[in-house]
C-alpha cells in the first residue's frame, strides 16, 4: 500500500486531529510542534510563543483511498485561515494557520487551493504555505486527546 503524508496547523492540535481521524483513506495521524527552532520542543515551551513552533497534525494517508486536495479542502473547512495568531479561544502564535508542504506537488497544490479558497473569502487568508521542517511529535497525552476524553466532540460529516 502507498502512503503519503500531510501536515496541517489551524489552532489546537486536539481539534485538527480528531477530524482527520474520521476520514476515509487516514492510517495515522499524530500531534506535534512544527516549523520553529528549538530542539525537542516540549509543550509548555511552545506555548511560551519563544519557539517558533505551531502545533500541528501529521497525517499518513492512503493517496489511493483519498486525495492530497480532499485533505486540503478538510483542512480549510475546519478552521478560520484568516485569523492570525488565534482560533477560536485559543490565542497564541502556535495556533496559525500553515500547510507544511512534503514535496513539490503538495505545494504547488497548497498554493492553488489558497488562491481558490481565497476567492470564496470576505477577509485576507493568512495561512502560511511552508515547507515541512522536523516534526516533533507532542507529549503521549496529547496524542488522540479528544478521543480519550469527548469522544466524537468535533467530528464533522467527511463525506
Known amino acids: 500500500m502507498k502512503t503519503e503524508r500531510a501536515t496541517f496547523a489551524a489552532g489546537c492540535f486536539w481539534h485538527i486531529e480528531e477530524v482527520f481521524e474520521g476520514v476515509p483513506g487516514n492510517i ?16 509548555a515551551n511552545v506555548c511560551s510563543g519563544i ?5 500541528s497534525v501529521e497525517v499518513t494517508f492512503n493517496p489511493e483511498k483519498i486525495s492530497y486536495e480532499k485533505l486540503l479542502d478538510i483542512f480549510w473547512n475546519i478552521h478560520d485561515p484568516t485569523t492570525k495568531d488565534r482560533q477560536g479561544p485559543d490565542v497564541g502564535s502556535q495556533y496559525n494557520s500553515v500547510i507544511f508542504y512534503h514535496n513539490e ?14 476567492k470564496q473569502m470576505n477577509k485576507k487568508i493568512v495561512t502560511h504555505i511552508k515547507k515541512v521542517t522536523k516534526f516533533w511529535q507532542a507529549e503521549e497525552y496529547h496524542q488522540k486527546y479528544m478521543g480519550k476524553h469527548k469522544k466524537g466532540f468535533f467530528k464533522i460529516n467527511q463525506t
Open 105 to 118: 506537488s503538495q505545494r504547488r497544490a497548497a498554493m492553488k487551493s489558497k488562491a481558490e479558497r481565497q
Open 28 to 43: 495515522s495521524t499524530r500531534v506535534g510542534y512544527t516549523g520553529g527552532k528549538m530542539k525537542d520542543p516540549i509543550y
Open 51 to 55: 519557539t517558533g513552533h505551531v502545533e
